[in-house]
């Protein structure tokens, strides 16, 4: 979301055009690709390109090195390289997390702590997943170890899902760059619209609602209950569009390069139970932990107690993939015991449901559901976004208060009178922005909710081929305008992706 890309991929695509059609060789291509993919990353840091370099070649070597040798020397390469790259990863995310709760637990007040000076690098978690991921399989033979060094280390650096994914497999990804993808209009012209739909996600309604959301998250002390629950539930939806935004824009933009990256977001907020959630959200990572540690942990096959600790284990090591804090530990528990929870009692709740007669595949039901799924991971959102274990508690006691403060309101316009309501409570709740501020952000929920529901058969874009010519258009120039509008306005102005810290 920034200028530079607006230039950097037009001409990386016109390279690309002229290189296919001129050139006519697939190597020459790929070599674009990734010389275009390591810039792109340096543009960031440039010293911080020598790890995912180190990266690359590290897992590249395991893959040529495992083949054709015993179970032994594989284990053992592959040994290498996970603890290499994990060993990389741990230094840079996690030392100063675990160096600082030594020195809590040890009562040390350390006023310099070393890793606090050293910068996380942008999509470390993402490549490096990828990387080992290709490592596990041509270990398990699921593909054969890729020779080309540069297919390769254009596999781990393509640069539309560098830094926050998808999390590419190795089979779906790897075969793409071996072939020139010619100028199809529709694909092209696809690409564009599902990318211009996220960065509308991104920059009109993810960074609007960030207005709101960082206010009161920054002074949580500051704000009534209403004001916090409310930045809750905006936090939910900045979330969703800031990071299926994201994915939208790599998706959209490696079609119309003509390369096909998986799906990582399927309209989550209308999910039926938190199993069904982590079908929906960020399927690539969950679909990565599920295949390379929930199934090697023995997955569901050795037994109820064995099967429910697989999956707590495989969702707290997901919550300290998002970060270097027990807030995230603690969400990814809370996840954890939810997905026990829901295949623990899902016979318990058939049967109830079935004397109670109720009908499980009604609409009624399915909203009650999807109420109820939603409102858990609203509860679970607050120790993602709060600072810590302490201060989600704190919020989520705030949030409960809301049903008495509410009381008090009335109590207070009974008392005093209308005007102190429009005065003094819709001050502290608007934070003191103009109607027009306040409200667009739920009209861009709606927005956001609509096109879900219109989608949820056919998607979108399909749907808008078929629309009259001007409604079309029409469209795209709102959509457009929009975009425009935010940066124009500072919206937007070096708002970084939220999940371009993990």
């Given amino acids: 979301n920034s200028l530079q890309f607006f230039i950097f991929f ?28 390591l810039y792109f990353y340096m543009c960031w840091k440039p010293a911080y390109l020598l790890l995912i370099l180190m990266s690359i070649f590290i897992t590249y070597m395991s893959g040529l090195y495992m083949e054709n040798k015993s179970d032994k020397i594989k284990k053992i390469i592959l040994s290498v390289a996970l603890i290499s790259n994990l060993g990389i990863l741990f230094f840079f995310k996690y030392a100063g997390f675990i160096v600082q709760t030594i020195d809590n637990l040890l009562h040390i007040n350390q006023s310099n702590n070393f890793f606090d000076s050293i910068l996380l690098p942008v999509g ?7 990387a080992l991921g290709y490592s596990i399989d041509v270990y398990r033979g699921t593909i054969k170890a890729e020779r080309n060094f540069i297919t390769y280390a254009l ?15 190795s089979k779906n990804l790897l075969p793409q760059f071996k072939v020139n993808h010619e100028f199809d209009y529709n694909r092209v012209t696809d690409g564009l619209k599902l990318a211009a739909w996220g960065m509308f996600k991104k920059v009109v309604i993810a960074d609007k609602l960030a207005l709101y959301v960082n206010t009161i998250y920054s002074d949580i002390n500051a704000h009534g209950s209403i004001a916090i629950a409310l930045a809750t539930f905006f936090f939910a939806f900045q979330i969703l569009c800031d990071f299926s935004g994201y994915t939208d824009i790599a998706i959209g933009t490696a079609q119309v390069l003509g ?3 998986m799906s990582n977001f399927r309209r989550p907020y209308f999910a039926k139970n938190i199993v069904d959630f982590w079908r929906r959200w960020h399927i690539s990572l969950s679909s990565w932990f599920k295949d390379y540690v929930y199934i090697p942990l ?12 697989n999956i707590l284990i495989t969702f707290l090591i997901s919550g300290l993939w998002h970060g270097a804090g027990w807030n995230f530990v603690f969400w990814g528990f809370l996840h954890g015991t939810a997905q026990v929870t829901a295949i623990s009692t899902g016979e318990l709740r058939k049967n109830i449901c079935s004397r109670l007669g109720v009908n499980e595949e009604s609409s009624l039901h399915t909203i009650w559901q999807i109420f109820w799924t939603f409102v858990f991971v609203y509860i679970t959102w607050i120790f993602f976004r709060a600072h810590s274990v302490y201060d989600g508690f704190k919020i989520l006691y705030k949030i409960l208060y809301v049903p008495f403060e509410i009381i008090d309101i009335f109590k207070s316009i009974i008392g005093n009178g209308a005007a102190i309501f429009g005065t003094g409570f819709l001050q502290n709740i608007t934070l003191g922005m103009s ?5 667009a952000p739920f009209f861009l929920i709606f927005v956001l909710l609509l096109n879900d529901v219109i989608g949820r058969k056919k998607s979108m ?10 409604v079309r258009w029409l469209g795209y120039y709102v959509l457009v305008l929009s975009i425009l509008f935010a940066f124009l306005s500072n919206i937007s102005t070096n708002s970084q992706f939220i999940y371009f810290q993990f």
Avoid: W
């Fill in 10 to 37: 037009p001409i990386v695509c016109l390279i690309i055009l002229f290189s296919t059609y001129v050139v006519k060789k697939n190597i020459i291509n790929q070599i674009i690709l990734l010389a275009a993919s």
């Fill in 124 to 130: 470390i978690s993402f490549y490096t997943f990828q």
């Fill in 155 to 169: 596999f781990v650096t393509f640069f539309p899902q560098l830094v926050a994914g998808p999390i590419e497999r």
């Fill in 259 to 261: 390369f096909k990256l």
């Fill in 298 to 309: 023995g997955g569901n096959r050795a037994g109820k107690l064995r099967h429910y600790f």
């Fill in 435 to 439: 109607k027009y501020d306040f409200l």
């Fill in 461 to 470: 874009l399909i749907r808008v081929k078929t629309m009259p010519l001007i």
